[in-house]
């Protein structure tokens, strides 16, 4: 099965994952993949999620919907793990079908989905409201639908499609989110709630299917499948900043749990990290640039959240989060993205080590507060001081920008199979 992009499809069935907070550029990793594969499946998150793709001079951006939708022919799938916003998800459809990419029959739903109500919208931010210790949420009901899900309170698609007992099923979950909200002082109006959560239901027959099952189906027919992660492993319930993270597992094991196949099944496991890093929301960035070099990069790097349009806080490449989310998700290669913003900057800094209380140690912490305390402990490189936005091989790159790419790869003890200058599906250079 040979691949034009070279070792990041080794087998098939590669997982894409956020190696960072989130952000890392994943949408246009999976976009130019996606090319290379027949199946596309999410694995978790919903609509927190913003995906970034251009295409030709459409500037597209979805929360719900796969990005490799943009696809003619792929088939683009929602896994279990996936909390479905139905609204959202069918005003996505809607809307590219305007811009002319009708995504027809192409795109299925679980049938074990769990369903984001607007309830849980209102339980997201009035929880947020009243904590003394704001996360920072993207206010998409996240936290609340996935609470109702291992809560065994949750409805899923399979429940949508039961039209008798379906209103009697939502109508308790409004009447939970309602006594909730009152121990939260919030009164938002549920009214109609449960005539909007069921508005758009009859659209579910025509989209819901045995993902696990169809992927099963495709690896055994020899199809190639992408499993796409959102948000970033520093983000993971369980592996992340905890408590600022989000509410599902965004690493590469969550893949096979939350499509329905098994672990064996996935062949590689492809990183994606941003040459430097970015956060959105709030809790621990260890290598936080001071408050003039944030602005330049920000602004260098366009850094503004695609869901909630927040700024988002910038610094310098974590090599302790890089290897740590590299043991965690197995990765296979790593995908480097935006390495053009650097492309000014007279020199960068890596983050080699933590100093957490006079210690320098290479782990990523678990407390919060360890975190909050780590002084990174750097490695300056040359910067390259050239344009690398039309690089379309690695050795077009400058000499210090292959540089500083290898030391990634050294620390992380990955290769570097993707590289990212622009934001065109020209401008991703990927390894032989
Ligand atoms: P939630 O997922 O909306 O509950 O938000 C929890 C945390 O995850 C917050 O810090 C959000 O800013 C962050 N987050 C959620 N989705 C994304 C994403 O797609 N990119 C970056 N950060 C995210």
Redo the contacts with the bound molecule.
Sequence with gaps: MASVHGSALDGSCTVVVGCQ???EGKGKIVDVLAGDVDVIARYQ?GA???HTVHVGDQHIVLHQVPSGVLHPRKRCLLGNGVVLDVAQFFGELDDLAERGIDPGGRIGISTRAHIVFPYHKAL?LAAEDAARDK??????G??PAYEAKTGRRGLRVADLLERGSVVDKVIRGVEWARARLRELRADPDLAGTVEEALKLSHRLPAVATDVGDEIARALKEGKRVLLEG???TA?DVDHGSYP????SNTTAGAAAVGTGIGPTAIDSVVGVVKAYTTR????PLPTAFDDEMDKVVRELGAEF?A?TGRPRRCGWFDAVLASYSARVNGLTGIAVTKLDVLDTLPELKIATGYRIEGLVQSLFPAGVRELEGAEPVYETLPGWQTPTTGARAMSDLPANARAYLQRIEDLVETPVVMVSVGTRRSQVICRQ
């Design positions: 907070w989130g952000d998150g927190n999620a913003g997201d996360i920072g949420t993207t206010g998409r996240i936290g959102a948000q970033g983000l600022y993270v989000t509410s959105v929301g709030n809790g959240g869901t």
